[in-house]
């Protein structure tokens, strides 16, 4: 075995490890300082490598922080079919991460063992990163990895996230998802989008109008190459794209969802339909502010309801019988689960926090809509509806609405980027949604009002101590933790609340909503406190909120 090992020696003193430091591939790949993570990126290059080797098929590896400030980096491997890294593997990722230098041949030789893997396979992985100034040698890094196990790599250097899941399906594919380029991405989207959208009434140059807050990063410089594809049909003006502003600094989806308030560097008048992306193009939310100056967000709830309300009647139309159903989280405002169940009766899921889970549920549907309330999110089909979409599609003894109905599936289907939410995908599907139904943004927004809510976050000693169960709706420890959080919530109307430990921050997440600002604020600070008692809080107590 040791031939194939040899230039991996070589190479990885070239990457060394800072001895003693310790990352978890936790859900969203690994992500801290960027610094602190030239060993990671060598070592994911390897790793992908022998995925790849594994599975006989192109790998692909992103190198981003999403939107985490620009001192950081990360990075996310990405499976056979656009999916994200499966479970067993992520341990291996972290495995590979924590091993000191002299170990790190050792490490690599047991995932082989274990895994049986063939050396002698091929491997090819392809590369993307986002714009942050350190992932120009941090990819440099994980070519290093690829190529020091003889590896094949192709270096797509500067694109979204949800676009390098997307070359690797088309990849494993072999066409069939569509072409493994920027440029077959940005047909395949915008055709269907222009299909969508070609028989929509007359729309104004204003109704074709949209403002985009790219959040200093990638996704506005990857909107900036699609536009020409759009032929007009929708007029973007992009904001914060970089050349002045610094990635995700008071901007970006996380940022207006989190603050509930518009992003800076954003030149817009009341009424404007305004979203925002984040680092690496993966989420997206919408917002206005109405005549009075106040702000509106629609979130990834109300993307959910959107996009589920509108394939729903399609199914009718066309008279297909699938099954549809949207997944959420503990997170979704329960006003959304309301009208989702009862006035638009769909069924709704609520699975744990992080993409994975969702994506899982949905595929259980035959039409899964997932989005998570900062907006991540997107459909899947599953084969059986594709091909009952395409007969229907190409059939010849339906009516006309049927036909009208199926082709318009069609080219939802086409639109959407199935591998993982994708923020250029989204936008170009809510805004053709909007076009067809002839939809303003206020009219979407007043679909249902959202409960009031509030998210804070508390420190303790250790947050592991918090365990919960139901999709992370109750917490079942420390004891006297959830009755605390029962007896607070009695206390309003319409209130919910529930605490879980973050998975990518060192902290203890508060999550309330009730009838009116006050009452959630008073809530999450009252649940905080009980958390900051019960749970070993470290510092000073929660204060009340103003
Ligand atoms: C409340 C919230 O927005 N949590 C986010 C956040 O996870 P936490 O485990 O809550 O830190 O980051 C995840 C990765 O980006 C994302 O999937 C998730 O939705
Ligand atoms: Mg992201």
């Given amino acids: ?5 040899k230039e991996v020696i070589e190479q990885s003193s070239l990457h060394p490890k800072p001895a003693g430091l310790v990352l978890q591939y936790g859900t969203a790949g690994f992500r801290t300082n960027a610094n602190q993570l030239d060993h990671i990126m060598f070592r994911m290059g390897l790793l992908a490598a022998l995925r790849s080797k594994k599975t006989k098929a192109t790998i692909g590896v992103m190198v981003t922080a999403s939107h985490n400030p620009e001192e950081d980096n ?3 491997l990405v499976d056979p079919m656009g999916e994200m890294l499966t479970a067993t593997w992520e341990g291996f990722a972290t495995q590979l991460a924590n091993t000191e230098q002299e170990e790190l041949l050792t490490a690599l030789k047991d995932i082989v063992k274990k895994e049986e893997i063939n050396m002698n396979q091929e491997a090819s992985v392809f590369v993307g990163k986002d714009t942050r100034s350190s992932s120009a040698s941090l990819s440099q890094a994980v070519l290093d ?3 020091a196990l003889g590896g094949h790599s192709k270096n797509y250097g500067l694109v979204t996230t949800p676009q390098l899941h997307y070359m690797v399906c088309c990849k494993n594919t072999h066409g069939k998802y569509g072409d493994a380029t920027l440029e077959g991405y940005y047909s395949k989207l915008c055709q269907a989008f222009l299909q969508l959208t070609k028989n929509a009434s007359n729309r104004t140059d204003d109704q074709k109008h949209l403002c985009v807050d790219g959040a200093n990063g990638i996704g506005a410089l990857k909107v900036r190459e699609m536009e020409s594809h759009l032929k007009k049909e929708l007029q ?4 914060n794209d970089g050349s002045e502003g610094k990635l995700n600094h008071q901007c970006g989806a996380d940022f207006v969802k989190v603050q509930q308030k518009p992003p800076t560097g954003i030149d817009m008048n009341s009424g404007d339909r305004c979203c925002s ?3 690496d193009a993966d989420r997206i939310v919408y917002y206005y502010t109405d005549s009075q100056g106040l702000f509106h967000l629609l979130d990834g709830d109300k993307i959910a309801t959107l996009i589920s309300t509108f394939l729903k009647e399609l199914l009718v139309q066309a008279g297909l019988d699938l099954k549809i159903a949207v997944v959420q989280t503990a997170y979704a405002n329960g006003s959304s689960t309301h009208y989702l169940e009862n006035t638009m009766k769909v069924i709704v899921r609520c699975t744990k ?10 595929q259980e549907f035959d039409v899964g809509v997932y989005f998570e309330a900062n907006g991540h999110g997107t459909v899947l089909f599953s084969k059986s509806a594709e091909e009952k979409l395409q007969q229907l599609a190409e059939a010849t003894n339906i009516n006309d609405e049927r036909k009208k109905a199926a082709l318009l599936l069609q080219s939802t289907v ?3 980027n199935q591998t993982v939410g994708d923020a250029i995908s989204d936008m170009l599907l809510i805004e053709a949604i909007l076009a067809i139904k002839g939809m303003t943004v206020q009219q979407w927004d007043a679909i249902y009002s959202d409960l009031p809510n509030r998210q804070l976050k508390v420190k303790v000693s250790d947050r592991r101590l918090i365990e919960t169960t139901d999709a992370e709706r109750r917490a079942v420890s420390p004891a006297g933790l959830q009755e605390a959080i029962d007896t607070l919530v009695k206390k309003y109307s319409q209130a919910r609340s529930f605490v879980r ?4 921050e060192d902290v203890v997440r508060v999550y309330a909503e009730a009838n009116t600002q006050e009452s959630a604020n008073a809530l999450a600070h009252e649940v905080s406190l009980a958390v900051y008692r019960l749970a070993g809080g470290v510092g000073d107590e929660p204060k009340p909120l103003h």
Avoid: R
């Fill in 414 to 416: 086409n639109i959407i």
């Fill in 353 to 362: 926090t992080g993409v994975k889970h969702l994506h899982h549920a949905a």
């Fill in 145 to 147: 990895g690829v190529h």
């Fill in 501 to 504: 430990p973050s998975g990518t």
């Fill in 277 to 279: 992306f984040d680092g």
């Fill in 236 to 239: 973007i003006s992009i904001f």
């Fill in 74 to 76: 990360g990075v996310k």
């Fill in 1 to 5: 075995m040791a031939d194939y090992f």
